[in-house]
């Protein structure tokens, strides 16, 4: 077997996800693909369209073999976080080959070089950032320029000052840098790759072509609310399971949902709220000013927002806030060398193969049914991981299931089991 990694969110599956999976696979020669997927919150602090199971069986449907989640207490933060979390779940199966992310720099070399220099951050490119840094520059600009000294000194790639900054501050180029800092430090055997970003970029909200981004078609979905208008830019297996829940009254999810919830937690928390993730320079005095005025989380952002408080870091601090995640679990959780459990989402044939291995190669927990998880809640790590993915699940339950109330029968991990999908041809 030669097993491909990717990591992704699937919000939802379309034809820009299909063609990095499609080129992934080739460039790779890989035979087998694993996908390690953020559940029912986000890396920006939003709920996921619809549920992970939804999405992981959509994700197999289109030529995925195994989708594994990525614990809540990392899908729902910055780069460093989320690609820590992700390449450390990879890791730890011990029989991964290769990952491939999409980029907007298109070359592995160039983000390779960069992310060895900022790991190893030899003493000259130390003098530098120091020397910039007490001039008086901001610390991006100067680690830009620190690294454009290190590496036009030393011959290590051709490459100028206006493109390196461009790919230290591109979305998905950091995501990349992230993932390859985290394969050195972990000293890791697998090998990255990287493709570029086709035609739409990674924030654009237009509908264009056959190809777009993630962020226009749930934008599609919240304006419109019409399935229909996203049918030429997903492929057929994606729109017909949404078609299907959407018939089913599972609506599409957006986290204007959860304001009230998040009012409720801020009026109640206010004393405590700096104990959340995310919760510094002030902003919970701003949250808690604001919230009673603000007729919608829109408003609430808008509010908030300024030359200190991004709209990305709003959002994922009252994303925190929603599901509790404390700076002292980040804190615990953030530098582990190996996850210990993994939970299976959805699988194929082929995915029932990667499993085999798995369980040849790692000593990673394959966590199936959560009934059969009780044997490893007393390890800390294990329970702190596992407790966050359940407490998400409910909360994004109590909204995604507001029209089938008869079906919510408790805390969902616990009735449904992975997807299985057999004989998938893709």
Do not use: W
């Not at 996908?35 to 994700?59: C, H, V, W």
């Not at 991964?96 to 992310?115: H, K, M, N, P, Q």
């Not at 190893?120 to 008086?136: A, C, I, Q, R, S």
């Not at 407790?387 to 991990?413: A, C, E, Q, V, W």
Request: net charge positive; glycine share 4%; proline share 3%.
């Amino acid at each position: 077997m030669n097993i491909l990694g990717v990591i992704v969110e699937y919000n939802p599956f379309h034809n820009g996800h299909l063609h990095h999976l499609n080129k992934s696979r080739q460039l790779t020669k890989a035979t087998h693909t694993v996908a390690i997927m953020s559940g029912n919150f986000l890396q920006r602090g939003e709920p996921a369209l619809f549920d992970k199971y939804t999405r992981a069986s959509i994700a197999v449907e289109n030529g995925v073999d195994l989708v594994l989640e990525l614990p809540t207490l990392y899908a729902c933060q910055s780069a460093e976080i989320f690609a820590h979390g992700a390449i450390t779940t990879l890791n730890s199966l011990n029989c991964i080959d290769s990952i491939c992310f999409g980029s907007e720099e298109g070359s592995i070399d160039v983000l390779y070089t960069i992310a060895k220099i900022l790991v190893d951050e030899p003493n000259e490119f130390k003098v530098n950032l120091k020397k910039y840094l007490d001039e008086g520059m901001l610390y991006p600009s100067a680690r830009s320029m620190s690294l454009f000294d290190y590496i036009s000194k030393h011959n290590l790639i051709d490459i100028s000052k206006d493109k390196l900054l461009n790919v230290l501050n591109s979305s998905n180029n950091i995501l990349g840098l992230e993932y390859i800092k985290c394969l050195l430090k972990l000293n890791s055997n697998i090998k990255p790759f990287t493709i570029s970003r086709v035609q739409a970029s990674y924030n654009s909200e237009n509908i264009t072509s056959s190809i777009c981004s993630a962020t226009a078609i749930r934008k599609s979905l919240k304006d419109y609310n019409d399935l229909s208008l996203i049918s030429n830019v997903v492929p057929s297996q994606t729109y017909n399971i949404l078609n299907e829940k959407i018939n089913n009254n599972f609506l599409p999810m957006f986290d204007e949902a959860y304001f009230d919830i998040i009012k409720s937690i801020v009026a109640r928390d206010i004393s405590i709220l700096d104990k959340y993730f995310e919760v510094n320079e002030g902003i919970e005095n701003k949250i808690y000013q604001n919230i009673f005025r603000s007729n919608s989380l829109d408003e609430l952002h808008l509010s908030i927002k300024s030359k200190r408080y991004t709209l990305t870091k709003i959002k994922r601090t009252l994303n925190n806030i929603l599901l509790g995640i404390t700076k002292e679990d980040i804190s615990y959780v953030k530098d582990i060398n190996a996850v210990p459990y993994i939970r299976v989402l959805a699988f194929n044939d082929r995915g029932r193969e990667i499993l085999k291995a798995i369980k040849k190669t790692s000593e990673v927990n394959i966590v199936n049914k959560l009934s059969k998880a009780s044997f490893s809640m007393n390890d800390k790590l294990f329970k702190t991981l596992l407790d966050y993915d359940i407490r998400s699940s409910n909360i994004y339950n109590l909204i995604y299931y507001k029209n089938n109330p008869d079906l919510l029968k408790g805390p969902m991990d616990y009735y449904i089991s992975p997807i299985y999908i057999k004989n998938n041809k893709n």
